[in-house]
C-alpha cells in the first residue's frame, strides 16, 4: 500500500508561535491547518481528514522575558462574533466538528479553556462538541496509556465520521461526514500526538 500525508497551511493570520495568537476580525485562527492521511491500498484510495488551529477567541502571548509568557485575553473584543465567524466557515468546509482542546486547566492555560468553553455554550451549535481533555496533566509521568480515556470519549464520533474512499473509476464508496479541530497552545506537540492516534485509529 501507498501512504501519504499531506498538510496545508492556511495563509490567513499567518506568523510565527508567540507572535501570532488566537483569530482575527474575520474569524481567521493563526497556524490553522488541514492535515489529509492519504491511504492508496491495491486499486481504492481511502482519505481522513483532520484540523488544528489556535483557540478562536481574541488573545495574545507576547514574547518577554519570562520562559513561559502568560496569555492575554482581549477584554474589549467582541469574542463571539469571531468566534461564529470561524465556526460557520468550518462547517461549510467540514460540517460537523469535534473541538478537542487539550491545554492545561490550572495555571496560566485555564483562562484560555473557560473562555473557549463559554463561547460553544454562548453559540450553541449543535453541530459543535467541545471536549477538554488536560492533556499534562492526564499524562503526567510518562503515563502515555491515559490518552486511550480521550480515545475512548471520541470512538463513536469517529466511527460516525468515516472517512472518505474511492473507487479507481472515481466513484465516490464513501464520504467523511465531519471533522476533529484539534488544539493546544501552539497546536505542536499536544496536538500531534493526539491527531497521530485518530489518524492510527481510521486505518484500523
Not at 93 to 118: A, C, H, M, T, W
Not at 152 to 179: A, H
Amino acid at each position: 500500500f501507498e501512504w501519504t500525508i499531506i498538510s496545508r497551511r492556511s495563509c490567513f493570520r499567518a506568523g510565527v508561535r508567540y507572535y501570532v495568537r488566537g483569530i482575527d476580525s474575520e474569524g481567521y485562527a493563526a497556524n490553522f491547518v488541514e492535515t489529509e492521511q492519504i491511504v492508496q491500498y491495491g486499486s481504492l484510495k481511502a482519505s481522513f481528514v483532520q484540523t488544528r488551529g489556535s483557540i478562536p477567541v481574541f488573545w495574545s502571548q507576547r514574547p518577554n522575558l519570562k520562559y513561559k509568557p502568560k496569555p492575554q485575553i482581549s477584554k474589549m473584543a467582541n469574542h463571539l462574533d469571531g468566534f461564529q465567524r470561524h465556526f460557520d466557515s468550518q462547517a461549510v468546509l467540514y460540517g460537523r466538528q469535534v473541538v478537542l482542546n487539550l491545554i492545561n486547566q490550572k495555571g496560566s492555560e485555564k483562562p484560555l479553556e473557560v473562555i473557549f468553553d463559554k463561547m460553544v455554550t454562548s453559540l450553541g451549535n449543535g453541530m459543535i462538541k467541545y471536549i477538554a481533555f488536560d492533556f499534562h496533566k492526564e499524562c503526567s509521568r510518562m503515563r502515555w496509556h491515559r490518552l486511550q480515556i480521550l480515545l475512548d470519549m471520541v470512538t463513536e464520533m469517529q466511527d460516525e465520521f468515516g472517512y472518505f474512499l474511492v473507487d479507481p473509476d472515481g466513484n465516490v464508496l464513501l464520504s467523511q461526514e465531519g471533522i476533529f479541530r484539534s488544539n493546544c497552545m501552539d497546536c505542536l506537540d499536544r496536538t500531534n500526538v493526539i491527531q497521530s492516534l485518530l489518524a492510527r485509529r481510521s486505518l484500523q
